[in-house]
């Protein structure tokens, strides 16, 4: 094994259940998300990794695409401007429209757009060969886009409302609550201007990064029991790698839809005029 556990991406290759020097299982870890720089150190100002070249690549991809389906736009789409307008119109009338409502919704609509297809690439990346790492499952990525989101939903609500209103508009006032009114503005505020800005960035981060593990887990176990009569069971766990990747693919997109929907709703919260 490794001197330093923090090197060791995946798993050691020469290592299987039976072998004579009885070297363990690998199991994945914090460890398994930690990858050395591609240039620079910690203790410099440039600092690049795996992760970064992820989504730089991954901004360039959604760019690329967009860019090369609309550049010349025609009445009657070719295949690809076909697929990104229905990318597009997913994210506009399934999401936004619903949410915000057409008229207040549609200058949110290339935010959100971006978002969604933003999120699903860094998603993606887990299941394709040579990156299989999600970048939304290290949390200052997650964190960062909630933090987009949420400045803009303070911005707007703020704005709107202005500093009383919008002061009303996050504590839940409401008078006809009496009594009970000043704990339910305390818990409104908490949860608003606290909980849910974490809870939106923890959630993209919690189901990559879970999703991730497991998908090590199956991988690594099958490798590992591809020795002797852990051949049977190596197969069990292979098949378990195919279905864990396709439910990966559906939870990936989810997670996407899950974030720009919530980043909608807030929007539409801060645009309300009554609650």
């Not at 591609?38 to 695409?65: E, H, P, R, W």
């Not at 990559?208 to 099958?222: D, E, K, R, V």
């Amino acid at each position: 094994m490794s001197a330093d556990p923090t090197t060791v991406l995946a798993f050691e290759t020469d290592c299987h259940i039976f072998d004579a020097d009885g070297c363990g299982f690998p199991a994945p870890g914090l460890h398994s998300f930690l990858f050395e720089p591609i240039f620079g150190d910690a203790d410099s100002n440039v600092y690049f990794n795996k992760t970064m070249l992820l989504a730089l690549l991954g901004t360039v991809i959604i760019v690329g695409f967009f860019w090369a389906a609309f550049r010349k736009p025609k009445v009657v789409p070719g295949k690809l401007q076909m697929v990104a307008e229905t990318g597009y119109d997913f994210v506009r009338r399934g999401i936004v429209y619903e949410v915000i409502g057409k008229k207040d919704g549609e200058k949110y609509v290339p935010l959100m757009v971006s978002l969604f297809f933003f999120v699903w690439m860094m998603n993606l990346w887990s299941i394709i060969p040579l990156a299989q790492f999600p970048v939304t499952a290290i949390i200052a990525y997650p964190a960062i886009l909630a933090a987009i989101v949420y400045v803009i939903w303070m911005s707007l609500t703020f704005k709107t409302h202005g500093f009383v209103g919008g002061f009303k508009n996050l504590t839940g006032y409401d008078k006809s609550l009496g009594a009970v009114l000043p704990m339910v503005m305390v818990i409104e505020f908490f949860s608003n201007v606290l909980v849910r800005p974490f809870t939106h960035a923890v959630r993209l981060f919690a189901n990559m990064f879970a999703g991730h593990t497991l998908l090590l887990l199956f991988t690594i176990a099958s490798w590992y029991l591809l020795n002797g009569i852990g051949i049977a069971y190596a197969s069990v766990s292979f098949v378990m790698v195919l279905v864990m990747t396709l439910f990966e693919l559906f939870i990936q997109a989810v997670q996407a839809y899950v974030f720009v929907l919530l980043a909608c709703s807030f929007i539409q919260g801060a645009l309300a005029k009554h609650h």
